[in-house]
């Protein structure tokens, strides 16, 4: 073992001695005389052994240098190694003991913004990197460096102690630049005033491998500090774990100190994709109903989405009929909160849906009807659908109750008021109404009541088909909707028993049980029936009508009954769940008849559906308490983000409101950007059409995210194809008279032109040689274009127009590409439009949305013929070639290349939960 001390400057010599201590037997013999003696000019700051086996010497000088001693070339004339450090003392020579040869090591100076400085004794030309630090104390000064130590347990971690902290810097980061990776701090605040870490050190790793565990690698490491207070203490090391979760397919991945985990797929989002669909979260949600590979997705077609959310909504019901089944006894977790949760949700975007599908239709077709036939209409009759899309089919609207068209006296003159015979109350009616229950869905093709029956019964909504007959004065069919959902129960109660099965002790009891519960049910449907068909009413003293006392009071009993009771248990048949309110509602207006109070535990009956509230509404009270009751209801839609609201507001402010309102509480974007993306914004509605494109771009992100490019793509061009069918079909059939069908006709040519994209394109391809932009609607702005040249060629070129070099040739069949020949493509549209007054589509004129040029219709280059290239390789060819090709091959067509071009450098990764549901 070897010691080196150093001494000051005395007369401007000074001496650093080194002391052996040799070992004879078992006592060691010190001996006095240093066994080397160095001498130099400056005195000694610091020092510290370099090599493991103590050959090199680094001595830090009080004037700036630091001077490396190698022990193996004493005795010669081989000066030190000598190279400027710092601008004051070098205050410390610390060594790395984790780094390979023990060369590297740390020095720093005590002055304010000195930076420590890292070196290799194997190459002192320079350093291997610097770290500035800088402490602020309260007097406003700097405080410097006090102490630098290498931590054992993170190798190339350095740790430099700075006022009342302790930072770490990771000095084998990639680059030449130290990243910091913790602070942590000493100072407790105490009374005698702030403290100053002054050393710093770690406990050295020592322990016995057959004892276990190393117990220096758990987390937090610690620090042993000094403080300026003459205090010792352990410092925990703050340590960052981030967390990350993969959008791609859901796996987990974390990361401590040095090391990172990455889970399997089986955890993280993807395994929620083959749960149930009551406890899968929102994501999962979205993701599952976006899959192209269903028969009906939810996507921007109206109609298929009520298709899926009704079968939907019917797989849930059979999961949880037979999760009532399963159950022993009820000490078994329930989910009738999930079920309940999860229903209305589904209720609530069916009615939207079903809206949705039935204006866009009304607005196509604007003289029918909810159904397939024409309506009974006389040419100037006003119940023709006044509204031109969802921004004006709100109910509100339609019955012209807004804020200026509600004080306007001259709207209350179009309703008449007439007594029902069967009823015994008042029926309210008139054009605007009639258009009201048309967007409500009580309207059927020739205005047959039957027809709208029919519907509910035939997707088992029996209690409503029954409630709307007796709306609609038509006792003798509420009567019959009940008997025949009476039979439907007992058809459910043999159903059930076939399933249980005779042989099992435990079915058959869950089997009798609910059979019990069934048969329950369809006696209180017959007993409503008969109470219906016994409706009577007398004429009271004031000349009302009001029903018999008899009659009133086994109402009121039947409306205790604990099958249609208010508030029933979760053991309840979902028959009885579905349908309650509605069977409620029949007895409480008939009750009721001649007051008031029957009319509103009608329409304020959260239990019956919105649209069925405002046709209510719509058809029995006056325009006064009709607008206190769509007002009411409105602000309630608005508050708790209710999407049965846009029924009564359409698709205007308020509506767009309703759908942040939903997405805040549902954090459904999904339904919000198929729904948004249906509309065109007036441009004043500058805040509402940012939120509609900031609920689009986050979907499509979403969808890119999961790597699910065809249903993004399909969702991307059917809101185009929505839109563009949307607004032809409508301008057409709007016109009634020969002038206004020549306007409408002469806009929808002109509509045909024009494109819905928001977006302008923003890569084009272009030429090698000239750079000349290559797309049809780039050549046509440029000069020069329309000249002899290009009028004597094909209508497809194999140059460039421009430069007339030659185009890149196709990798597979080794043709040259193709372009359209601007000169002929501008011959071909006057030829098509002549005299129109049409603005050419490469003038950048059309009045379209964004000023986006539509070129789709006079592109004659088929799709096979298209450019198409990959763009890590830059190699392609015509689109069907490359298809062909990458059928049956992995690799790029190109001789010598390995490009996996197909898969633009991603690997596709399994979903275990997609292919199991697949």
Excluded at 281 to 305: G, K, Q, W
Excluded at 570 to 591: D, E, M, N, T
Excluded at 852 to 862: F, K, N, R, T
Aim: glycine share 10%; charged share 20%.
């Amino acid at each position: 073992s070897s010691v080196a001390t150093g001494a000051g400057t005395t007369g401007g010599t000074t001496s650093q001695r080194l002391g052996k201590a040799k070992q004879a037997g078992t006592a060691a013999v010190p001996i006095k005389t240093p066994a080397y003696r160095f001498a130099h000019n400056s005195g000694v700051e610091s020092l510290s052994w370099l090599y493991p086996d103590g050959q090199v010497l680094a001595v830090g000088c009080q004037k700036r240098n630091v001077q490396l001693y190698d022990l193996r070339v004493s005795g010669t004339n081989a000066p030190p190694v000598s190279v400027f450090a710092h601008t004051e003392a070098v205050a410390g020579i610390v060594p790395d003991r984790n780094c390979q040869g023990g060369t590297v090591f740390a020095t720093f100076g005590r002055n304010a913004g000195e930076p420590v400085k890292i070196w290799d004794a194997r190459m002192m030309d320079s350093t291997v990197g610097e770290i500035v630090t800088q402490y602020s104390y309260g007097g406003g000064g700097f405080s410097g460096v006090s102490d630098v130590a290498w931590s054992i347990a993170r190798p190339g971690v350095l740790s430099i102690a700075v006022g009342d902290s302790i930072r770490d810097y990771d000095t084998r980061s990639p680059g030449s630049r130290s990243l910091p990776v913790g602070v942590s701090y000493a100072d407790d605040g105490g009374v005698d005033g702030p403290s100053f870490v002054r050393c710093v050190a770690f406990q050295p790793q020592s322990f016995d491998e057959g004892a276990g565990p190393n117990p220096f690698e758990f987390y937090p490491h610690r620090t042993l500090a000094v403080s300026s207070q003459g205090q010792m203490k352990v410092i925990p090391e703050c340590h960052a774990a981030p967390l990350a979760v993969s959008k791609r397919d859901g796996r987990i991945a974390t990361g401590l100190g040095g090391t990172v985990w990455i889970g399997p797929t089986t955890d993280g989002p993807s395994a929620m994709e083959g749960k149930s669909i009551l406890t899968e979260e929102i994501s999962a949600r979205m993701m599952r109903r976006a899959r192209c590979f269903h028969a009906s997705r939810y996507s921007t077609d109206a109609r298929d989405n009520v298709r899926m959310l009704e079968e939907e909504k019917e797989k849930i019901l059979a999961q949880e009929h037979l999760h009532l089944r399963s159950r022993q006894d009820k000490s078994q977790p329930s989910q009738s909160e999930e079920f309940s949760f999860v229903i209305s949700n589904i209720e609530q975007l069916l009615h939207c849906w079903r809206w949705i599908a039935l204006v866009e239709h009304l607005s196509i077709n604007p003289r029918r009807g909810s159904g397939d036939n024409e309506m009974l209409l006389s040419e100037n009759d006003l119940t023709v659908w006044p509204a031109k899309g969802l921004i004006d089919a709100g109910v509100i609207k339609l019955l012209r109750m807004s804020s200026r068209d509600f004080a306007d006296e001259s709207n209350n003159w179009m309703d008449t008021k007439s007594a029902s015979d069967t009823l015994f109350c008042d029926v309210f009616d008139s054009p605007m109404r009639r258009a009201a229950l048309n967007a409500c869905g009580w309207i059927k093709k020739y205005g047959n009541l039957h027809d709208l029956l029919d519907e509910c019964e035939g997707r088992g909504e029996f209690e409503r088909s029954a409630a709307l007959a007796v709306w609609h004065g038509d006792l003798n069919g509420c009567v019959s909707a009940l008997q025949r959902g009476a039979e439907d129960v007992r058809a459910l109660r043999v159903e059930d028993e076939e399933y249980d099965g005779p042989s099992s002790a435990k079915g058959s009891f869950r089997g009798r049980s609910t059979s019990n519960n069934c048969e329950s049910y369809a006696e209180t449907l017959g007993l409503i029936a008969m109470c219906v068909a016994g409706f009577n009413v007398t004429a009271a003293s004031d000349g009302t009508m009001r029903t018999t006392n008899l009659w009133s009071s086994a109402c009121s009993n039947l409306l205790r009954h604990p099958s249609i009771a208010a508030k029933m248990d979760s053991s309840s048949s979902q028959v009885q769940l579905l349908g309650v309110s509605y069977l409620r509602a029949i007895l409480l207006f008939l009750q009721n008849i001649g007051s008031e109070s029957g009319f509103n535990q009608t329409i304020y009956n959260e239990g019956l559906s919105l649209a069925d509230r405002v046709g209510f509404a719509c058809r029995f009270l006056p325009r006064t308490d009709l607008h206190s009751f769509l007002d009411v209801s409105m602000r309630k839609c608005i508050k708790f983000g209710r999407l049965e609201g846009l029924i009564i507001t359409g698709l205007d402010k308020r509506g767009i409101g309703i759908l942040q309102s939903y997405i805040d509480r549902n954090s459904d974007v999904q339904t919000a950007a198929l729904i948004s993306c249906r509309v065109i914004l007036p441009m004043e509605w500058t805040f509402e059409r940012r939120m509609c494109l900031e609920w689009l771009e986050s979907y499509r992100l979403f969808l890119n995210n999961l790597q699910m490019w065809n249903s993004r793509a399909a969702f991307d061009v059917g809101r185009f194809e929505h839109l563009r069918r949307l607004k032809q079909g409508g301008n057409v059939t709007l016109a009634s008279s020969g002038r206004q069908f020549a306007v409408a006709k002469k806009q929808h040519q002109k509509d045909r032109t024009q494109t819905n994209n928001n977006n302008p394109p923003q890569l084009w391809a272009r030429c090698n040689y000239c750079n000349a932009s290559l797309p049809l609607s780039k050549l046509r702005r440029q000069e020069g274009i329309a000249n002899s040249w290009l009028s004597r060629q094909k209508p497809v070129l194999t140059c460039c127009p421009q430069c007339k070099k030659p185009l890149p040739r196709c990798s597979i069949c080794l043709l040259s590409l193709g372009c359209l020949n601007p000169y002929m493509e501008l011959q071909r549209e006057r030829n098509q439009y002549p005299r129109s007054g049409m603005p050419m589509l490469g003038s950048g004129g059309g009045g379209n949305i964004q000023g986006v040029e539509d070129l789709s219709g006079l592109a004659s280059v088929p799709f096979g013929t298209w450019f198409a290239w990959c763009m890590r390789c830059k190699h392609g060819g015509h689109a069907h070639h490359l298809c062909g090709w990458f059928e049956k091959h992995s690799t790029c067509a190109v001789s010598g290349c390995d490009c996996q071009c197909q898969f633009d450098g991603i690997e596709k990764l399994s979903r275990p939960g997609l292919q199991q549901s697949m």
